[in-house]
């Protein structure tokens, strides 16, 4: 079992490093001097694509979400005077010198080796300096909902009108004509401006349909790379006891939230497991659609979690919470919804180890 850790976590990062590569595409501008004519020297060309390759790199940092920008922080002035070794195929599509206004303009494209960077900064964390069999252990439960039924209200408006008719007569050829008057009370039922009351979801099981493989697959995949212990909740209630998974899973989809009873039951099983931090969520896969202009079918699939530190002593502490959302399409419902839940297990799961490496605390 231990040599099969160390399988997954070598197999793991050497997949990441093939497909973790994020493209970038810039136009910048370079405001050159020459003394002996209007051309930009040779000098001139190379200061243009060194500030060119600096403003890719800031832009690049710019894009990262909080907690990566203050895990680079801690390494900036290293990661900064290495960046040549970050920035892959840079290539200058175009160039543009403008002699009257003495300017270089670059159209660059170039790839950042993300792996690579990823694998700096995880390094420096607590859990990636460790062995395995010595990281952070963490645990999850995420419940895996499909939304079955989505209904609007509506009100409308109802138009009372009052129209009044007379009718004359003639009473003889000498006699003056008289008239009749008559009220009619009108009822108009209009969609005037439509006001919407709420939207009711209601939710089922989807282990029977299409399972936890893929999710369970995204946060071993990305905690194991980077020296975490991963237990699913299944093995800490068989081994630590607790609530039992099936009442949660059932409480979440019946009342979208679980009740502090059952949450401290987890907790306290997680802690008797000797598990560091603590994760539970909800994974809705909400109604397909059918993609615009294809036959394929589109799933949008939401991962809300809450991160619990553990601590050995005192109670437990929540440190992060956040929602993630993504689209994926498909041949059918299952092979879309499948897509998406892999893509977004991954995503959330490296946010979170983001999250902790950030503040420092696993």
Not at 194 to 219: C, H, M, P, R, W
């Amino acid at each position: 079992m231990k040599y099969l850790n160390y399988t997954v976590i070598i197999l793991s990062f050497f997949l990441s490093s093939l497909l973790s590569a994020k493209e970038i595409d810039l136009v910048t501008t370079f405001n050159y001097e020459s003394s002996w004519n209007s051309e930009p020297s040779d000098s001139d060309q190379k200061k243009a694509q060194l500030q060119a390759k600096e403003q890719l790199w800031k832009k690049y940092i710019s894009e990262m979400d909080q907690a990566q920008i203050d895990q680079y922080l801690l390494l900036q002035e290293e990661i900064d005077s290495e960046i040549d070794e970050y920035i892959l195929d840079f290539y200058i599509k175009e160039s543009k010198v403008d002699e009257d206004a003495k300017t270089i303009t670059l159209f660059i494209r170039a790839e950042i080796n993300e792996a690579l960077l990823f694998g700096k900064l995880k390094n420096q964390s607590a859990a990636g300096q460790t062995t395995s069999q010595e990281g952070s252990n963490i645990g999850y439960l995420i419940t895996l909902r499909k939304e079955i039924n989505r209904q609007q209200y509506q009100d409308r408006d109802i138009d009372i009108t009052e129209e009044t008719d007379s009718i004359s007569s003639s009473m003889n050829e000498t006699e003056n004509s008289s008239s009749e008057s008559s009220t009619k009370v009108k009822k108009t039922a209009t969609g005037g401006s439509e006001k919407i009351k709420s939207d009711v979801s209601a939710y089922e099981k989807t282990n029977q349909t299409i399972g936890t493989d893929e999710l369970d697959a995204g946060f071993l995949s990305v905690f194991s790379s980077f020296g975490f212990e991963v237990s699913k909740y299944a093995v800490i209630e068989g081994f630590c006891g607790g609530v039992p998974q099936e009442d949660v899973e059932n409480e979440f989809i019946q009342k979208n939230k679980i009740s502090n009873k059952n949450k401290i039951g987890m907790l306290k099983a997680a802690k008797d497991c000797e598990m560091n931090y603590f994760v539970t969520g909800a994974m809705t896969i909400q109604k397909a659609g059918r993609q615009k202009g294809t036959s394929n079918t589109e799933t949008n699939v939401s991962l809300s979690v809450e991160v619990t530190a553990i601590p050995k002593k005192g109670p437990p502490k929540s440190v992060a919470s956040f929602i993630e959302q993504v689209s994926e399409v498909g041949s059918t419902e299952r092979a879309s919804a499948i897509k998406a839940i892999k893509k977004v297990s991954e995503i959330t799961a490296k946010k979170i180890v983001d999250q902790l490496n950030s503040k420092g605390i696993n």
